[in-house]
């Protein structure tokens, strides 16, 4: 199975849906350490994002993820548009028509790429990169060891929400939550929990 318009188009609307399922949590982790917007900002793009799609004619995976990216960057307010956005952007400029395990794993380290370069954060910052880059060396070590793709997909699903769970002990470095210096301490951070949600639609829509 190689990663397609038909799934890119699946996975896409599998986001709008969880995340409309899991907005209030968002919300509420959002509004521990945050503004407390990130779930009705995050609905609000994705939700602009079927729109898009649904008067769009694309000739690959790419311009399916494109289009999403851009939407993200017009409509969503906060960080999270223009992370979320590029992020979206760089995975599809890097796909090819159809994509293997191992080419959509390299489209996926180039979002997190553009997420690293838009943020400034590392690794142990408490943003969505903690969940992002879990995902990545997950989905990058399935597809070399020769897993199929929902078997790349739901190993990098786990890493990215094991890499949410593993936020609530840090210390914010990164964003609003900063701001809060010890007292972010404790919270998981909403970002890595909708990166989890992302990569847990994706698992969930190439598992058939």
Do not use: C
Not at 93 to 110: D, G, I, V, Y
Not at 124 to 136: F, H, L, M, N
Not at 186 to 192: F, I, L, M, T
Request: aromatic share 4%; charged share 20%; glycine share 12%.
């Amino acid at each position: 199975m190689d990663f397609d318009t038909t799934l890119a188009e699946a996975w896409i609307r599998a986001i709008a849906a969880a995340v409309d399922q899991e907005q209030t949590r968002l919300t509420e982790l959002d509004s521990a350490i945050g503004d407390g917007d990130h779930g009705s900002n995050l609905r609000r793009g994705f939700t602009a994002a079927l729109t898009a799609l649904d008067g769009l004619r694309p000739d690959g995976p790419g311009a399916v993820l494109g289009k999403t990216g851009t939407t993200l960057v017009s409509k969503v307010g906060g960080a999270s548009g223009p992370l979320y956005g590029k992020a979206f952007r760089a995975v599809g400029a890097a796909l090819p028509e159809a994509a293997a395990p191992a080419a959509l794993a390299e489209a996926l380290a180039s979002g997190l790429d553009a997420v690293r370069a838009l943020g400034k954060a590392d690794p142990g910052d408490k943003t969505i990169v903690d969940a992002w880059t879990p995902a990545v060396a997950a989905f990058r070590h399935a597809a070399a060891t020769g897993a199929d793709l929902p078997e790349a997909a739901a190993a990098a699903a786990e890493a990215a929400e094991q890499g949410a769970r593993d936020t609530v002990p840090l210390r914010a470095r990164k964003g609003r939550a900063s701001y809060l210096g010890e007292r972010s301490i404790g919270h998981q951070d909403p970002g890595a929990t909708s990166t989890a949600l992302i990569f847990r639609a994706l698992a969930e829509v190439t598992a058939g």
